[in-house]
């Protein structure tokens, strides 16, 4: 085995025999950080392979080739990042790109990944071409608030990725839009005109059914969308932490394509998420929401939810109830049951009821039992019960109060 100080230098270095391996240093001469090295194996001839930056380098008469057991061992960093806050990554990111596509083909979904630290890629517009799978991979810290693979804008109004892809992965990343806008001065929905840098983080176009998973993901100072997306078939969102945005998180879309349905927004959750200090005209725009925190101006838009009346609006699921903005069709509401089998009236504790908004109101409904025998398990359905009988007690907050 012998040493290679950089990629550079692997270039020059003929093996003194084919299977000679070679351990690389570092990919940049003088890098202190020695990042971007590994084992390579060496071939004495020519090759239809290609010299990749990361994977195969080409020498005159020679070549190298990385040893790779598991694409999860490789990054942008065997690619040349440098992940410093201010060098464009791009050419990096292109190169362990292209070689997902290349690698194995019995193994397509290969994603980019990043290790922790501050990425600068300027935008990479993918979208004329359709691909089967486009996926970021950053840290793997359980931790969705705190992801330590981090990109940072170019502070232009092109989107970062720009792809047309079927499916997509996105997990353990980071977005700092590097936007800011006067919001002492501007007190009401911050517009475009008014954000420093406009650009989004990610756009996809592929129409006709997309299926997109995003996990553990970090935005703040945005001016443009985050994630825009159109025609979304089975689509997951959890653990996403937004802080100071002056845009749109998801922008959901469709492409009123002839081949099917495709005029409204489908098959999409949101889980585990908040949402904090959000300026836009709207936050989010989501079919199925659990477990979401809206904090200090950040909200939900109903206007692109649905296109047809039983589609419109969404639903939000949390510990303290239910929220929807379309319609219901409910059996049993409620287990819960009170019992009185005494010859006097009681009082009975049913709960607390919160009224945000003035005029706003609650309707409760009980259902009752005549019946001698003392009830011993939750109600069954009311139509097969003797005696039934309902009532209704209306509540409702004032606006003097």
Same mark, same amino acid.
């Given at each position: 085995?012998?040493?290679?100080?950089?990629?550079?230098?692997?270039?020059?270095?003929?093996?003194?025999?084919?299977?000679?391996?070679?351990?690389?240093?570092?990919?940049?001469?003088?890098?202190?950080?020695?990042?971007?090295?590994?084992?390579?194996?060496?071939?004495?001839?020519?090759?239809?392979?290609?010299?990749? =930056?990361?994977?195969?380098?080409?020498?005159?008469?020679?070549?190298?080739?990385?040893?790779?057991?598991?694409?999860?061992?490789?990054?942008?960093?065997?690619?040349?990042?440098?992940?410093?806050?201010? %060098?464009?990554?791009?050419?990096?990111?292109?190169?362990?790109?292209?070689?997902?596509? %290349?690698?194995?083909?019995?193994?397509?979904?290969?994603?980019?990944?990043?290790?922790?630290?501050?990425?600068?890629?300027?935008?990479?517009?993918?979208?004329?071409?359709?691909?089967?799978?486009?996926?970021?991979?950053?840290?793997?810290?359980?931790?969705?608030?705190?992801?330590?693979?981090?990109?940072?804008?170019?502070?232009?109004?092109?989107?970062?990725?720009?792809?047309?892809?079927?499916?997509?992965?996105?997990?353990?990343?980071?977005?700092?839009?590097?936007?800011?806008?006067?919001?002492?001065?501007?007190?009401?929905?911050?517009?475009?005109?008014?954000?420093?840098?406009?650009?989004?983080?990610?756009?996809?176009?592929?129409?006709?059914?997309?299926?997109?998973?995003?996990?553990?993901?970090?935005?703040?100072?945005? =001016?443009?969308?985050?994630?825009?997306?159109?025609?979304?078939?089975?689509?997951?969102?959890?653990?996403?932490?937004?802080?100071?945005?002056?845009?749109?998180?998801?922008?959901?879309?469709?492409?009123?394509?002839?081949?099917?349905?495709?005029?409204?927004?489908?098959?999409?959750?949101?889980?585990?998420?908040?949402?904090?200090?959000?300026?836009?005209?709207? %936050?989010?725009?989501?079919?199925?929401?659990?477990?979401?925190?809206?904090?200090?101006?950040?909200?939900?838009?109903?206007?692109?939810?649905?296109?047809?009346?039983?589609?419109?609006?969404?639903?939000?699921?949390?510990?303290?109830?239910?929220?929807?903005?379309?319609?219901?069709?409910?059996?049993?509401?409620?287990?819960?049951?009170?019992?009185?089998?005494?010859?006097?009236?009681?009082?009975?504790?049913?709960?607390?009821?919160?009224?945000?908004?003035?005029?706003?109101?609650?309707?409760?409904?009980?259902?009752?039992?005549?019946?001698?025998?003392?009830?011993? %398990?939750?109600?069954?359905?009311?139509?097969?019960?003797?005696?039934?009988?309902?009532?209704?007690?209306?509540?409702?907050?004032?606006?003097?109060?």
């Amino acid at each position: 085995m012998i040493e290679v100080n950089c990629y550079a230098e692997l270039r020059t270095t003929k093996p003194a025999a084919a299977g000679q391996v070679a351990s690389l240093n570092r990919y940049y001469d003088k890098d202190s950080t020695f990042r971007g090295g590994g084992d390579f194996i060496g071939y004495i001839g020519t090759t239809t392979l290609k010299d990749d =930056g990361g994977t195969i380098a080409m020498g005159d008469g020679f070549y190298w080739k990385r040893t790779v057991n598991d694409p999860a061992e490789l990054n942008v960093l065997h690619f040349g990042a440098k992940g410093d806050d201010y %060098t464009d990554d791009i050419e990096a990111f292109m190169r362990m790109y292209n070689w997902t596509k %290349t690698w194995n083909a019995n193994c397509v979904a290969l994603p980019v990944r990043f290790p922790g630290g501050k990425y600068l890629i300027k935008p990479i517009d993918l979208s004329a071409t359709d691909v089967t799978f486009f996926g970021l991979l950053g840290d793997d810290s359980p931790l969705g608030s705190l992801p330590r693979s981090i990109i940072i804008s170019d502070k232009s109004d092109t989107p970062v990725f720009k792809v047309k892809a079927r499916r997509t992965v996105i997990s353990g990343m980071a977005w700092n839009g590097q936007a800011s806008t006067d919001t002492v001065k501007n007190t009401g929905t911050t517009t475009a005109d008014m954000v420093s840098n406009k650009q989004p983080f990610f756009e996809n176009t592929c129409i006709e059914g997309e299926t997109v998973n995003i996990h553990c993901f970090r935005a703040q100072n945005t =001016g443009g969308t985050v994630f825009k997306l159109l025609d979304t078939l089975d689509s997951k969102f959890d653990q996403i932490y937004t802080l100071d945005t002056y845009s749109r998180v998801f922008d959901m879309g469709w492409s009123n394509s002839p081949n099917g349905v495709w005029d409204h927004s489908a098959a999409i959750e949101l889980s585990n998420a908040n949402f904090q200090t959000g300026y836009g005209d709207a %936050t989010l725009s989501i079919s199925i929401m659990r477990k979401i925190g809206l904090q200090s101006g950040a909200r939900i838009s109903q206007a692109a939810a649905g296109s047809t009346t039983f589609e419109y609006g969404y639903r939000r699921d949390e510990n303290h109830g239910t929220f929807m903005t379309g319609s219901l069709r409910a059996g049993y509401f409620s287990g819960y049951k009170v019992t009185n089998n005494t010859a006097t009236d009681n009082w009975y504790r049913l709960g607390q009821f919160f009224f945000p908004s003035p005029n706003q109101q609650w309707i409760i409904e009980l259902i009752g039992k005549a019946n001698a025998t003392s009830p011993s %398990t939750t109600a069954t359905s009311p139509v097969d019960m003797v005696g039934t009988g309902k009532t209704w007690i209306n509540m409702q907050r004032l606006e003097t109060v």
